[in-house]
């Protein structure tokens, strides 16, 4: 029972483009989304994140999309660099004292920017 | 160092030995967490800590799956008479919030994993 899913296993866009990466979910109480990137060999990192009360969170070149009513969000990056190459993992968590706040993941999107 | 350490960083361990997985979190980091991700896959929650104390351990697949945190620190995974189907890389995050009534943010800060490869 998946209940985050990137149906997409990977990606591949010119530098200097836009990348898309999409996130499903299926459970109505995840309140809290966020996207990590990783590496090979390296922990996810932390990239951006989103509240359920809001649609829209940018950070610099990068912004993520919430739309609850479909239960998807995107990460929106752009421009695309070489060094964005990497996984990127779609998280949720839903709050409350019970969930403690651990993340659901998503199986990931490998995104290759070429230069 | 300042991030979430791990070690070791591989593990080569012959089927039915027990292992250790350690973890140390960011200093003054009350939770902590234990993923797994196995090949190809997405991470996997194991267990949460928040401080000494495990609330929520739903994810430990097998009761061969165990798990401390002494001193609100360093945690312990171990896993007795290791299985093939265990091979994967174990992650541990920590975060510096704890759980709320509310919408809480966490935000997990990562190390870098034990690969544990069973033979």
């Known amino acids: 029972d998946q209940q985050v899913k990137q149906n997409s296993p990977s990606l591949s866009v010119q530098e200097g483009r836009i990348s898309i990466l999409n996130c499903d979910y299926t459970?109505?109480?995840?309140?809290?989304f966020l996207w990590y990137k990783k590496y090979p060999a390296e922990g996810p990192t932390f990239l951006i994140s989103?509240?359920?009360?809001?649609d829209k969170n940018e950070d610099g070149r990068f912004t993520v999309f919430l739309n609850k009513s479909a239960k998807h969000l995107s990460l929106h990056i752009v421009p695309s660099q070489p060094g964005d190459s990497a996984v990127y993992f779609c998280?949720?968590?839903?709050?409350?004292?019970?969930?403690?706040?651990?993340?659901?993941f998503g199986g990931g999107t490998r995104v290759l920017v070429k230069p | 160092g300042a991030g979430v350490s791990q070690s070791p960083s591989n593990k080569v361990t012959e089927k039915g030995k027990d292992v250790e997985l350690r973890c140390d979190p960011i200093?003054?980091?009350?939770?902590l967490y234990w993923y797994r991700q196995s090949l190809g896959q997405g991470l996997e929650f194991l267990i949460y800590?928040?401080?000494?104390?495990?609330?929520?351990k739903s994810g430990l697949p097998s009761d061969r799956f165990s798990a401390e945190r002494t001193g609100g620190s360093v945690s312990t995974l171990t896993i007795q008479r290791t299985q093939q189907e265990d091979s994967a890389v174990y992650l541990c995050?920590?975060?510096?919030?704890?759980?709320?009534?509310?919408?809480?943010?966490?935000?997990?800060?990562f190390g870098a994993g034990t690969r544990l490869s069973v033979l």
């Open positions: 995050a920590s975060s510096p919030v704890g759980t709320s009534g509310i919408i809480a943010k966490n935000i997990q800060y």
């Open positions: 459970n109505s109480m995840f309140d809290y």
């Open positions: 989103i509240s359920s009360i809001k």
């Open positions: 998280a949720a968590s839903a709050g409350g004292k019970a969930a403690g706040n651990k993340l659901t």
């Open positions: 200093s003054g980091h009350t939770a």
């Open positions: 800590f928040q401080g000494n104390s495990a609330p929520d």
